[in-house]
């Protein structure tokens, strides 16, 4: 999985902006088909306004979708940008790099015992003391570390999770236009 987040926000912004000038277009379409109504009272002409304001249910439906689908790229981009700027991540390996970080802590743990061994000579003493300050600092950023990628993975599996979620339940209506030959 690769997420580049500048990127998915610069297409989100473009993304509104269209969907806002198609809103502002057709609604202005419509404004100026709805104003025409009051100069044209034929039989054809009343049919007409008729299939337009059906249309124009249709396109509301369809402009209700299009930012339903910018949701989606919002939530994505929300989610994603708090974890960095460009991600590149394989949830597949998540398990292989706790197991190595496993070993690590086991390696450190084994190395302890034998330090451990050798204070009891007091002319070690100082240097294992030493070497088991900084076996204890090694640890907790391990275990920052760990908990840090822990948490991460977590992130984007909801993130990813959600977002199957989202686009499984999204369904976009895309209508025909409405043909106006029987109206002329």
Same mark, same amino acid.
């Given at each position: 999985?690769?997420?580049?987040?500048?990127?998915?926000?610069? @297409?989100?912004?473009?993304?509104?902006?269209?969907?806002?000038?198609?809103?502002?277009?057709?609604?202005?379409? &419509?404004?100026?088909?709805?104003?025409?109504?009051?100069?044209?009272?034929?039989?054809?002409?009343?049919?007409?306004?008729?299939?337009?304001?059906?249309?124009? @249910?249709?396109?509301?439906?369809?402009?209700? $979708?299009? &930012?339903?689908?910018?949701? *989606?790229?919002?939530?994505?981009?929300?989610?994603?940008?708090? *974890?960095?700027?460009?991600?590149?991540?394989?949830?597949?390996?998540?398990?292989?790099?706790?197991?190595?970080?496993?070993?690590?802590?086991?390696?450190?743990?084994?190395?302890?015992?034998?330090?451990?061994?050798?204070?009891? &000579?007091?002319?070690?003493?100082?240097?294992?003391? $030493?070497?088991?300050?900084?076996?204890?600092? *090694?640890? @907790?950023?391990?275990?920052?570390?760990?908990?840090? &990628?822990?948490?991460?993975?977590?992130?984007?599996? $909801?993130?990813?999770?959600?977002?199957?979620?989202?686009?499984?339940?999204?369904?976009?209506?895309?209508?025909?236009?409405?043909?106006?030959?029987?109206?002329?």
């Amino acid at each position: 999985m690769q997420v580049n987040v500048s990127l998915l926000k610069d @297409n989100v912004n473009k993304l509104n902006a269209e969907i806002g000038k198609y809103e502002n277009t057709y609604l202005r379409m &419509y404004n100026e088909l709805t104003f025409s109504h009051s100069y044209a009272n034929s039989n054809k002409f009343t049919k007409f306004y008729n299939a337009v304001n059906q249309e124009k @249910n249709k396109v509301n439906i369809f402009i209700q $979708d299009l &930012y339903e689908l910018k949701s *989606i790229y919002d939530y994505i981009y929300s989610n994603y940008s708090k *974890i960095g700027n460009r991600i590149v991540f394989n949830l597949d390996n998540a398990q292989r790099v706790f197991s190595q970080i496993s070993a690590i802590k086991s390696k450190i743990a084994s190395i302890r015992r034998r330090v451990y061994s050798l204070s009891s &000579y007091p002319e070690v003493r100082g240097i294992t003391n $030493d070497i088991n300050y900084k076996l204890n600092i *090694i640890e @907790n950023s391990i275990r920052t570390i760990e908990n840090d &990628y822990r948490r991460t993975v977590s992130k984007i599996n $909801d993130v990813e999770r959600n977002t199957s979620n989202m686009i499984r339940r999204f369904d976009i209506n895309i209508e025909t236009e409405t043909d106006i030959k029987p109206f002329i």
